[in-house]
């Protein structure tokens, strides 16, 4: 069973770490991708400033060790949209199912906020990501609208 919680100031560090690596890793660490975010470094800020529409989740090891996360926040691209957001896992959390359970957390929240779909958008050098989002039930649309991610060049989308 997947340990998770939501978000806390003091998972910000890691997570950021987490993602860094990620997108390094991918070379990614260019401008127009999250690892140029204003909001990259203080992600539990973020998402707690609107509770209502917005959430990040971080997964824990078998030690409370912060390993990865998932986060869902308001899409105006599209109507009644929420965006997944930064689903990253570090390297050792990788090939458990982590990433499935994590887009049905996300999934859940959004429903539960009332969102009726769920948008997304990713990088074609982010092969695993893209394999899971297509497992899950998305489909590649069109680019919907400017976004902050210029970089992005696969863009997603499910009906809840």
């Known amino acids: 069973m997947l340990n ?59 030690k409370g060790q912060v390993i990865g996360g998932v986060g869902i926040a308001e899409f105006d691209g599209i109507e009644n949209c929420a965006e997944l957001q930064k689903l990253y896992l570090d390297d050792s959390a990788k090939g458990k199912g982590y990433g499935k359970e994590l887009m049905r957390i996300a999934e859940d929240r959004a429903r539960a906020f009332g969102y009726e779909n769920l948008y997304l958008e990713t990088h074609t050098n982010l092969t695993a990501a893209i394999k899971l989002y297509e497992k899950t039930g998305f489909h590649q649309i069109e680019k919907p609208c400017a976004t902050p991610h210029g970089t992005m060049n696969r863009f997603y989308l499910k009906r809840l």
Do not use: C, M, Q, W
Request: glycine letters at 2%.
């Open 4 to 62: 998770y919680r939501k978000i806390e100031a003091a998972d910000d560090k890691k997570i950021a770490e987490i993602i860094r690596a990620n997108l390094k890793k991918l070379r990614l660490n260019i401008p127009g991708t999250a690892f140029f975010d204003p909001e990259l470094d203080h992600l539990s800020a973020y998402y707690d400033s609107d509770p209502s529409r917005r959430a990040y989740f971080v997964v824990l090891d078998e």
